[in-house]
């Protein structure tokens, strides 16, 4: 089975832009979830999507959203984006959810 | 959230064993213990996971104590492709309640 990909594996962006990452899970998997992984902060679990639901949500701020669709394919979207936000953002996929994560080599994002 | 807390770094030899210790003084009742193990540019790599007592797969090894305050991550006869960072979770992926560790950098040498 291929494993899970992310799209783009990197990205530069401004200070008050915005920005939407994809995620394709492994084939079968339900359930997608979205860290950040930044050397200050190290990993922090950003929201977990199952069957197009949002099911469980970390402690970030509303400018950072996600949506899951039909197909289990998932995105997440930042918005006015800060230099605080450069990071390594990575999905996981499992398949119901509270299996072992699988995870993607992440999208590096580099606001300026 | 538990606070999970482990070395920043370990440095070792081809054909040793090392043992990473990640602290979790209030960990929950529901919570369970998980290894992952990550390469620069790639995602977190699945290695262990325990709830008590010990737990052995084909790379590695956890040592839960009975109070699971502590955990310890055993890779036995490590090589060179092991140099890599080792993360400890605590935490349950139902209600996504987690918390890693920093991160331990293993460094093997020839």
């Known amino acids: 089975k291929a494993g899970v990909t992310q799209t783009p594996r990197y990205l530069i962006k401004t200070r008050g832009q915005q920005v939407t990452l994809s995620c394709s899970p492994i084939?079968?998997?339900?359930?997608v979830s979205w860290y950040q992984q930044t050397p200050g902060q190290g990993l922090q679990f950003l929201f977990e999507?199952?069957?197009?639901?949002?099911?469980n949500k970390g402690n970030f701020p509303g400018r950072f959203s996600g949506r899951q669709f039909s197909n289990s394919r998932s995105e997440m979207n930042v918005s006015t984006l800060e230099l605080g936000d450069s990071a390594l953002y990575l999905c996981?996929?499992?398949?119901?959810?509270?299996?072992?994560?699988?995870f993607g080599p992440g999208t590096r994002l580099l606001v300026l | 959230l538990a606070k999970t807390t482990q070395p920043i770094s370990m440095d070792s030899y081809e054909g040793q064993e090392v043992n990473i210790t990640c602290s979790h003084n209030?960990?929950?009742?529901?919570?369970?213990i998980t290894w992952y193990q990550q390469f620069p540019s790639q995602g977190p790599r699945f290695i262990i996971q325990?709830?008590?007592t010990k737990v052995t797969n084909e790379v590695a090894s956890l040592f839960i104590p009975a109070d699971r305050k502590s955990s310890t991550l055993s890779l036995p006869r490590v090589s060179l492709s092991d140099t890599a960072v080792y993360y400890c979770l605590v935490g349950t992926f139902n209600d996504y309640k987690l918390s890693f560790g920093a991160g331990t950098t293993v460094t093997v040498r020839a």
């Open positions: 325990g709830y008590k």
């Open positions: 999507y199952f069957s197009e639901t949002q099911r």
């Open positions: 084939s079968g998997h339900r359930s």
């Open positions: 209030n960990i929950a009742t529901n919570d369970y």
């Open positions: 996981a996929s499992t398949p119901g959810g509270s299996g072992t994560q699988y």
